[in-house]
Structure formats: C-alpha cells, structure tokens
C-alpha cells in the first residue's frame, strides 16, 4: 500500500530545493568580462598609437617627396628650363610610397645621364668644328641625330660612326681659311707650336694638305714681306754648300749657346777666297809675216806675251777684260763651290779657311738682325723638306 504520507513529504522536500548553476557558463562570463575590460583599457592607446603612426607615415612620405625634389633640382641644376624638370618633380608629388619616389629618382637619374652623354658628344664635335660649326651640313645632321637617341649606346654609335667623316669636313673648313688669308702673298711664316717656319705661299699650300686636323687647328699664319741680304759664313759653320732654292736656318754663335735667327732662303752662292791664295800665269807667243806679189816683200816679228796674276778676283777681272779666255775660264770654275765640297768628300781633306758668301732672301723685319753678322759668328743649318 502505498504510502501517501511519505510521498506528500518528498514533494514538499523536493520543492524548497534550488537547481546548481552550469559552471562552464559561468567561465565563459568570466572570460568575456574580462577581455572586455582589458579591451576597455588597452585599445585606445593602441588606436591613438595607429592613428600617430598613419602621421607619421604621411609625414615622411612629404619629407621624402621634399627631399626627392631637391635631388630634381640638383640634378637639373645645368638644365633649369628642360620640361622635363616639371614633369618629374609633377609625378613625384602624385607619388603614393617612398618605393615609387625612388623609381622616379632613378629614372630622373637616367635621363640625366643620357642628356650629359650627348651634351658631352655634341661638345667635341663643337670642339672639331671651332668657329666653322654653324657652316657645316654634316655637323648639324650628326648632332641632331644625337639629341633624337633613345640611348647612351645608341648616341655614341651614332658619333663613333660618323667621327672621321666630321674630322675631314673640318679640315677642309681650315684649310679653306688658310688659302683665304695667304691669298696674292709670295712668302708666309707659319707659327705651330711657337716655332716659326718659312714658306714660299706655293710650298706652304702644298704642306696644308699634309697637315692634320689638330695641327691645322693650332697654325698661325701670316704674309710677309721678303728682302735680300748678304750673310758670309765659314766653312766648318756651313758644311756643304746649299744650293739655290734650299731653306735654311741662321743661328747668331754666342760664347754658350748659340741662338736662331730666322730662316732664310738661298738665292746665290759665292766662295770668298784668301787674297793672293791663286796664282795664274798664261804665255803667249805669236808671229807676223807680210808677203807682196811680184817685188816679194816678206817680215817677220815674234811676240811673246808673260803675265802672272795673284789671287782669283784678278783672274777674273783679267777674264772680264779679255786678257784670258772668258769661256775657258768659266768651264774650269763653274760651279767650283760644288765641286770642291765633292772632292773633300772623296777625299776627306776640308779646307776650314774658306767663307762662304750667300745672298739670301729674309723677312723684312728680321733683316736688321742679319746686316752685319760677322762670319765668324754666324752659322747656318740646310732645312730638309
């Protein structure tokens, strides 16, 4: 039988009894509040700390845009009206990192460098050209296409290339010039490298072909006038006898040193000889007869003729004067300077006492340093072409 009394009591019993709570609810709750308390105390300093680092990073960005335009300038600094100054500097302030700041320095860069490349190009076809820069096609033509290149390779393919063919064009430019300024001269005296030579105007143009472009562009030349003179020198300050038509070189003998004069050109040559150094005796003997028809008549007479002469000016003058034959006595000395500078050659024997007198063609203004040189104190030295 079942107990009624028992069961009401359990009920009462199970009535005043309170349920235990989950406690894995209770941890989560825990957790959350305090994440939540944390987040409430550290998220604001970390926000404010990215909000100050996204200035930061604008900050730096304009600095570095600031100092990427001061490179522009700089690198422009030779060119301040080249457009393309303003387009790099448009582009860097448009730039949104310091990565694509540094790609418009570098390209910046490049184009400097093409530019300084081909201003370097165009300066020595400049210096080829001198003055005659405006006047030639081909100077034009190569630096035009110079300043079109895409490249530093391209550029100085462009110049390599065409680089004799701008070197003889502006030889022909100078030696224009030079024909122009010795034009209607007979004698110029040309100046390279601070040494003087003389040329007749016809050698001098012959030799202007043979010069090259550098010289041509370091001659100096100017007409001068010619005069004649006479200049005795010694044997052993001469050596062999010029001949007529030779170019050479005076030099002024000092105690030390000795010093140049001028160049000259040979017009003719004569042999001063110690007096009384030649003798010449001639005899002759010559006899006259007269015979008549008839009533012969005949006569006879013998005429000798004896005479010495001392020293070779009264041989010539007895040649001149007819006293000897003229014609024999000019087959035996022509040319008696040549023929004895030969035979001391076969023989080896110089005879040191003999002076040569040479009438010679200077420029005008040196004329007064020749007058008067003593032949002892002169020398002369045969120029080879």
């Known amino acids: 039988m079942v107990d009624v009394i028992k069961i009401k009591k359990l009920k009462e019993k199970s009535k005043g009894r309170k349920p235990r709570p989950n406690f894995m609810i209770v941890v989560v709750i825990i957790v959350i509040i305090s994440i939540v308390a944390l987040l409430a105390i550290t998220l604001p300093p970390i926000i404010k700390s990215m909000q100050e680092e996204k200035i930061l990073t604008l900050q730096s960005l304009e600095n570095a845009k600031k100092t990427a335009i001061a490179s522009i300038n700089s690198l422009f600094s030779k060119y301040p009206s080249d457009p393309m100054k303003s387009y790099f500097i448009g582009k860097i302030n448009a730039a949104k990192s310091q990565e694509e700041i540094n790609k418009i320095l570098e390209e910046a860069q490049q184009y400097i460098k093409l530019k300084e490349f081909k201003e370097n190009l165009k300066n020595q076809i400049k210096n080829i050209y001198g003055n005659y820069l405006s006047e ?108 007529p038509g030779d170019k050479i070189m005076i030099y002024k003998l000092g105690t030390n040193k000795s010093t140049p004069i001028t160049e000259a050109i040979i017009k003719d040559v004569y042999i001063i000889f110690p007096k009384n150094s030649i003798q010449y005796s001639e005899s002759k003997s010559s006899k006259i007869s007269l015979t008549e028809d008839k009533d012969t008549t005949s006569a006879s007479k013998d005429i000798n003729i004896n005479y010495k002469l001392n020293g070779i000016t009264d041989v010539l003058h007895a040649a001149v004067m007819g006293k000897i034959d003229y014609n024999t006595l000019k087959y035996k000395l022509s040319e008696y300077g040549y023929k004895l500078n030969k035979l001391e050659e076969d023989t080896q024997i110089f005879d040191p006492n003999i002076i040569y007198l040479f009438i010679i063609k200077v420029p005008s203004d040196k004329a007064s340093e020749i007058i008067g040189l003593k032949y002892q104190n002169t020398a002369i030295v045969k120029i080879n072409k």
């Open 136 to 243: 030639s096609p081909l100077a034009q033509k190569v630096m035009l296409e110079i300043d079109e290149a895409k490249s530093v390779d391209e550029a100085e393919n462009i110049y390599l290339s065409n680089l004799e063919k701008l070197k003889e064009d502006a030889r022909h430019y100078y030696i224009s010039k030079y024909k122009n300024e010795v034009a209607n001269s007979n004698y110029v005296r040309v100046i390279i490298d601070g040494k003087e030579y003389l040329y007749s105007t016809a050698d001098f143009l012959k030799e202007l072909n043979s010069y090259d472009l550098e010289t041509l562009k370091k001659l100096k030349v100017y007409k001068v006038n010619m005069c004649e003179a006479t200049l005795p020198v010694l044997a052993e300050y001469c050596g062999n006898i010029p001949k």
